[in-house]
């Protein structure tokens, strides 16, 4: 790092000049990146994605495009007549659109679907232009709902939320940076960084964007994370290099100093997180791999900009990161002295005085939190929590309090006899009469909902999409009594695929699959938790072993990788006291009986590369201490003196960022909000200021222990203890 460093000190300029460049390229790239961003979502290669292909392929129609048009208020006789036509005008606005038969959903409330064969995020497109077609019908009303509508209506609203999380973040960050570095020359550092890596990883997105699918919301995940990252490292690294200028007039050794050891550390953390969102890009599922990808770009250009940009600002600012000062001078001198009488001083010397009654303080909150979580529920998504303040989602609630709120999403039976014309086989016929019995005896089923062609004119089973053209293809429909993520609904996609699909008797040639928005719940979730567990194991192994080269030991790697586990678990046992059991209701937060499927994984994936910034700071400096005192008590309370206040104003500026989305209309927003400043909170304050000094201390001079067959295997220098401290008395451990 040295050499290094001293590189980028002779070639400063041109660092800074090349990061303006990408900094330009990427900024005019993102500004067209909008257009390349989607809001699709599949399962590839389950069986809900393979039976709506072949309502895709052999009859235009994707059930996450198709549109619900329901009425109230018809009672006249030529009521009915008028939401046909209206229904028939809206279909005709996307080509290829077709309305479905007039349904009964109580008395005066009526429903026809809208199939078209477009995917819900050009579906929704078509919303208001399909809304003006239908135009109004005296003394009824009128609601288009259906998945794409509701996606529309609601865009704007998620947009606000996730607006609102960087109008709360922004300001505080501001603030918090404005008390914490003290002057405008120290400020400009973490800014500069921040406007320049996040531009330019939005450059690296637009470029992966023409090779796959990209989220919409990963512009949301790259500013946040890149401004998290940013803010953490050059919060280390200037307070570091600052530290240094105190000791000497030579800026270019206090530079190498700085970077030998805070630098070194930034990009340790960087892999560190790096690794825990490559997990996303290995998820079977191309809306995880895109966020993914997008989440890893962070990361990778900020630990490029770590070890070029940063470095190459503060030659180029040498003293003048000091100028400007904004705050009382006291505060800058007692920042840049060691804390010998601060509070981080005496909560370390608390700490290694009484180790075994803070660790089990600390040790059992976590547990206590943690435990809840062996209760979580997951749900696929659905409609549940949607604000009722859009025209597609009064619709929904319409129709939730008559027919019930699986409506909207019916489950699909589609049956493929790879023959024309074998819709009419009277095998097939009489499986399908059989089919419809059985499923019209289910409770969870509204009976009134399920259709088939058998029981339907041909005529008329085409345009309702119950058989294609050639008749070889077939469908039906039936919607439960609840909303398509309920554990009733998944309960009666099994139902359908286990019993009730094999008892119909359908021939043997046929391909019967089970589709429809609760299938595809249930397919997503078996797709990511089936992978989930390798994948955490592969991460798990991937950041001990650099950590081991990190650290150089084979104890803190371990420490750290079973913290960061007890954080996450914490983490989602808040979720569960807070939604699940509604704690959060009096705070105004939504309760739901499950938590949304993809919020987990989002929230290891992030959660654990981003404590772990915190865990490297803090081991990096306790590193260093030990490795020039060898005193194992001295270094755990130095390094917690000297990295305390830098991982609280961290934690503060990330908390203040994410705190946005609890305040969000969304009850899945709201969870992968708390989910965020609950784990970041813990983290900061009970795992890295008590749990982690505590063990650390209960471990002694074990710390430190690196066996010397993993010394030379990693070509490091010798390490203060070879062996198993065998030798030690008991006492030194304590």
Same mark, same amino acid.
């Given at each position: 790092?040295?050499?290094?460093?001293?590189?980028?000190?002779?070639?400063?300029?041109?660092?800074?000049?090349?990061?303006?460049?990408?900094?330009?390229?990427?900024?005019?790239?993102?500004?067209?990146?909008?257009?390349?961003?989607?809001?699709?979502?599949?399962?590839?290669?389950?069986?809900?994605?393979?039976?709506?292909?072949?309502?895709?392929?052999?009859?235009?129609?994707?059930?996450?495009?198709?549109?619900?048009?329901?009425?109230?208020?018809?009672?006249?006789?030529?009521?009915?007549?008028?939401?046909?036509?209206?229904?028939?005008?809206?279909?005709?606005?996307?080509?290829?659109?077709?309305?479905?038969?007039?349904?009964?959903?109580?008395?005066?409330?009526?429903?026809?679907?809208?199939?078209?064969?477009?995917?819900?995020?050009? $579906?929704?497109?078509?919303?208001?232009?399909?809304?003006?077609?239908?135009?109004?019908?005296?003394?009824?009303?009128?609601?288009?709902?259906?998945?794409?509508?509701?996606?529309?209506?609601?865009?704007?609203?998620?947009?606000?939320?996730?607006?609102?999380?960087?109008?709360?973040?922004?300001?505080?960050?501001?603030?918090?940076?404005?008390?914490?570095?003290?002057?405008?020359?120290?400020?400009?550092?973490?800014?500069?960084?921040?406007?320049?890596?996040?531009?330019?990883?939005?450059?690296?997105?637009?470029?992966?964007?023409?090779?796959?699918?990209?989220?919409?919301?990963?512009?949301?995940?790259?500013?946040?994370?890149?401004?998290?990252?940013?803010?953490?490292?050059?919060?280390?690294?200037?307070?570091?290099?600052?530290?240094?200028?105190?000791?000497?007039?030579?800026?270019?050794?206090?530079? #190498?100093?700085?970077?030998?050891?805070?630098?070194?550390?930034?990009?340790?953390?960087?892999?560190?997180?790096?690794?825990?969102?490559?997990?996303?890009?290995?998820?079977?599922?191309?809306?995880?791999?895109?966020?993914?990808?997008?989440?890893? !770009?962070?990361?990778?250009?900020?630990?490029?900009?770590?070890?070029?940009?940063?470095?190459?600002?503060?030659?180029?600012?040498?003293?003048?990161?000091?100028?400007?000062?904004?705050?009382?001078?006291?505060?800058?001198?007692?920042?840049?002295?060691?804390?010998?009488?601060?509070?981080?001083?005496?909560?370390?010397?608390?700490?290694?005085?009484?180790?075994?009654?803070?660790?089990?303080?600390?040790?059992?909150?976590?547990?206590?939190?943690?435990?809840?979580?062996?209760?979580?529920?997951?749900?696929?998504?659905?409609?549940?929590?949607?604000?009722?303040?859009?025209?597609?989602?009064?619709?929904?609630?319409?129709?939730?309090?008559?027919?019930?709120?699986?409506?909207?999403?019916?489950?699909?039976?589609?049956?493929?006899?790879?023959?024309?014309?074998?819709?009419?086989?009277?095998?097939?016929?009489?499986?399908?009469?059989?089919?419809?019995?059985?499923?019209?005896?289910?409770?969870?089923?509204?009976?009134?909902?399920?259709?088939?062609?058998?029981?339907?004119?041909?005529?008329?089973?085409?345009?309702?999409?119950?058989?294609?053209?050639?008749?070889?293809?077939?469908?039906?429909?039936?919607?439960?009594?609840?909303?398509?993520?309920?554990?009733?609904?998944?309960?009666?996609?099994?139902?359908?695929?286990?019993?009730?699909?094999?008892?119909?008797?359908?021939?043997?040639?046929?391909?019967?699959?089970?589709?429809?928005?609760?299938?595809?719940?249930?397919?997503?979730?078996?797709?990511?938790?089936?992978?989930?567990?390798?994948?955490?194991?592969?991460?798990?192994?991937?950041?001990?072993?650099?950590?081991?080269? $990190?650290?150089?030991?084979?104890?803190?790697? $371990?420490?750290?990788?079973?913290?960061?586990?007890?954080?996450?678990?914490?983490?989602?046992?808040?979720?569960?006291?807070?939604?699940?059991?509604?704690?959060?209701?009096?705070?105004?937060?939504?309760?739901?009986?499950?938590?949304?499927?993809?919020?987990?994984?989002?929230?290891?994936?992030?959660?654990?590369?981003?404590?772990?910034?915190?865990?490297?700071?803090?081991?990096?400096?306790?590193?260093?201490?030990?490795?020039?005192?060898?005193?194992?008590? #001295?270094?755990?309370?130095?390094?917690?003196?000297?990295?305390?206040?830098?991982?609280?104003? $961290?934690?503060?500026?990330?908390?203040?960022?994410?705190?946005?989305?609890?305040?969000?209309?969304?009850?899945?927003?709201?969870?992968?909000?708390?989910?965020?400043?609950?784990?970041?909170?813990?983290?900061?304050?009970?795992?890295?200021?008590?749990?982690?000094?505590?063990?650390?201390? !209960?471990?002694?001079?074990?710390?430190?222990?690196?066996?010397?067959?993993?010394?030379?295997?990693?070509?490091?220098?010798?390490?203060?203890?070879?062996?198993?401290?065998?030798?030690?008395?008991?006492?030194?451990?304590?």
């Amino acid at each position: 790092m040295i050499g290094w460093t001293r590189f980028v000190i002779a070639h400063r300029k041109r660092i800074v000049a090349a990061w303006l460049v990408l900094f330009a390229l990427g900024g005019y790239a993102a500004g067209h990146l909008g257009g390349l961003l989607s809001n699709r979502f599949s399962v590839p290669g389950a069986e809900s994605e393979r039976g709506l292909n072949l309502l895709k392929d052999h009859m235009g129609d994707r059930s996450d495009g198709s549109f619900t048009l329901v009425a109230t208020g018809v009672d006249a006789p030529g009521d009915r007549a008028a939401v046909i036509a209206a229904a028939r005008r809206a279909a005709g606005v996307v080509r290829g659109g077709k309305p479905g038969p007039l349904l009964p959903a109580a008395r005066g409330v009526v429903y026809a679907q809208i199939a078209t064969p477009l995917e819900n995020q050009d $579906a929704s497109k078509a919303t208001p232009p399909m809304r003006r077609a239908i135009g109004r019908a005296p003394g009824v009303r009128t609601y288009l709902s259906g998945f794409p509508a509701i996606n529309h209506d609601t865009q704007a609203i998620f947009n606000e939320d996730l607006a609102r999380g960087e109008l709360i973040g922004v300001p505080i960050a501001i603030v918090v940076m404005v008390l914490m570095f003290g002057t405008l020359g120290g400020i400009v550092v973490p800014i500069a960084f921040a406007l320049v890596t996040i531009p330019t990883t939005l450059g690296l997105v637009w470029i992966f964007a023409h090779t796959m699918d990209m989220a919409i919301y990963v512009t949301n995940i790259v500013a946040l994370i890149g401004l998290a990252i940013a803010v953490d490292y050059s919060m280390l690294v200037v307070f570091r290099y600052r530290e240094e200028l105190a000791k000497t007039e030579d800026l270019d050794a206090a530079l #190498q100093t700085t970077m030998a050891t805070a630098g070194r550390a930034t990009l340790f953390s960087g892999a560190t997180v790096a690794i825990g969102l490559a997990l996303l890009v290995f998820m079977p599922l191309p809306f995880m791999r895109s966020m993914g990808v997008g989440g890893l !770009l962070v990361p990778v250009v900020s630990m490029s900009a770590s070890a070029t940009l940063l470095p190459a600002m503060l030659a180029l600012m040498g003293r003048g990161v000091n100028r400007w000062r904004i705050v009382p001078r006291g505060w800058l001198e007692r920042r840049a002295a060691p804390d010998v009488t601060g509070a981080w001083h005496r909560l370390a010397t608390a700490i290694m005085r009484r180790p075994i009654v803070f660790f089990t303080a600390a040790a059992v909150l976590m547990l206590a939190f943690a435990v809840p979580a062996t209760g979580l529920h997951l749900t696929g998504g659905d409609n549940r929590g949607t604000p009722l303040t859009t025209e597609a989602t009064r619709g929904l609630k319409v129709l939730e309090t008559t027919l019930g709120a699986g409506a909207l999403a019916p489950h699909q039976i589609v049956v493929d006899t790879h023959a024309a014309g074998g819709a009419d086989d009277p095998r097939v016929v009489a499986a399908e009469r059989n089919l419809v019995a059985l499923l019209r005896r289910d409770p969870a089923i509204q009976p009134r909902t399920v259709v088939a062609p058998a029981f339907v004119p041909r005529a008329a089973a085409r345009q309702a999409n119950l058989v294609d053209a050639a008749g070889r293809v077939l469908q039906v429909r039936a919607a439960g009594r609840t909303d398509s993520g309920t554990p009733a609904a998944m309960d009666l996609v099994h139902r359908l695929r286990d019993r009730y699909v094999p008892a119909a008797g359908f021939p043997a040639g046929a391909d019967v699959l089970v589709t429809g928005a609760p299938a595809f719940g249930v397919d997503f979730i078996a797709k990511a938790y089936g992978a989930f567990p390798w994948l955490v194991l592969a991460v798990l192994a991937m950041s001990y072993l650099i950590l081991l080269r $990190a650290f150089r030991s084979v104890v803190l790697p $371990a420490k750290a990788v079973v913290m960061n586990l007890l954080s996450v678990s914490a983490t989602y046992g808040v979720l569960v006291l807070v939604f699940q059991h509604g704690g959060g209701e009096r705070l105004g937060l939504q309760q739901t009986p499950q938590v949304e499927a993809w919020i987990p994984i989002f929230l290891f994936a992030l959660l654990f590369g981003l404590s772990m910034d915190y865990e490297v700071f803090l081991l990096s400096r306790m590193r260093e201490e030990w490795d020039r005192r060898r005193d194992n008590e #001295q270094a755990v309370a130095y390094g917690l003196e000297h990295t305390g206040r830098i991982i609280t104003a $961290a934690a503060v500026i990330m908390i203040a960022a994410f705190a946005g989305f609890v305040a969000g209309s969304f009850v899945g927003l709201q969870e992968f909000g708390l989910g965020l400043c609950a784990a970041i909170a813990l983290d900061a304050t009970i795992v890295r200021a008590i749990l982690v000094p505590a063990t650390m201390k !209960l471990l002694g001079r074990w710390n430190w222990y690196l066996p010397e067959r993993v010394r030379r295997a990693l070509r490091l220098h010798p390490s203060p203890m070879t062996s198993a401290p065998a030798e030690v008395e008991p006492a030194a451990s304590s």
